[in-house]
């Protein structure tokens, strides 16, 4: 009936509500009821009302504390984590870590996402689809460019069957730290180009053979 009143003048009053009129259906007494339960444990203060923070990390909210929470909620585990190579630009590290979770515009990837491309075979060697498993372990135009570079490197050749395989080629075999990141880079860098002269060929018509990518 009051209706300019505080929550804590009717929980402060005694069970003094003045409603209208008192529950008479079953359905308006379980809710009563249940409202006074939930109402039993509070306590009213004359403090000011303010926001606190219930989640982890500080009393206060911030964002750092909401990120906190959402990842203590989750199991990272058995996520791949990629890594970087501070050798070369920051273009080539963020091209790899799209391809290694298929995310570059590949003939297949847009055509799972309903764009239509007509030719979508591999435009170097028209013998598989344009994927990218098959654009950098499979595709022939691609091995040659692998053999080239692993004499380059004084390494074996490369025996890949997935793209993170070439990822982690150069955790194989004991080599020095330096000797891993410079393969690392060369590979990095060496499937940026390749990936460059596929969109050359496709949109520009312009072919480029093994050994000016190796260059």
Known sequence: MVKNCSVSDRISGDGLWLSKHNPDADSERREWNDLSTALGSVSCSSR???????????????VAAV????????????????DWCSWVPIKCNVFMW?????????????SRRGVMVENSECCFC?????????????????LNLWEKISLWCRVHRFFV???RDLVEVHNSGPRLESEKKAIQ???????????????????????????EIFC
């Open 185 to 211: 880079g060369v590979i990095y860098t060496a499937c940026w180009l390749l990936w460059k002269a596929k969109n050359d060929f496709r949109f520009n018509n312009k072919r480029c053979s093994v050994e």
């Open 67 to 82: 990120k906190k929470l959402i990842d203590g909620t989750k199991d990272f585990s058995s996520r791949y984590v990629l």
């Open 126 to 142: 028209s013998a598989g689809s344009d994927s990218v498993s098959h654009l950098f372990t499979s595709c022939p135009f691609a």
């Open 98 to 110: 799209r391809a290694e979770l298929g995310r570059i515009p590949t003939v297949g990837a847009l």
């Open 161 to 163: 069957f997935s793209f």
């Open 48 to 62: 000011a009302d303010k926001w606190v923070w219930l989640g982890v990390g500080s009393d206060s909210f911030s």
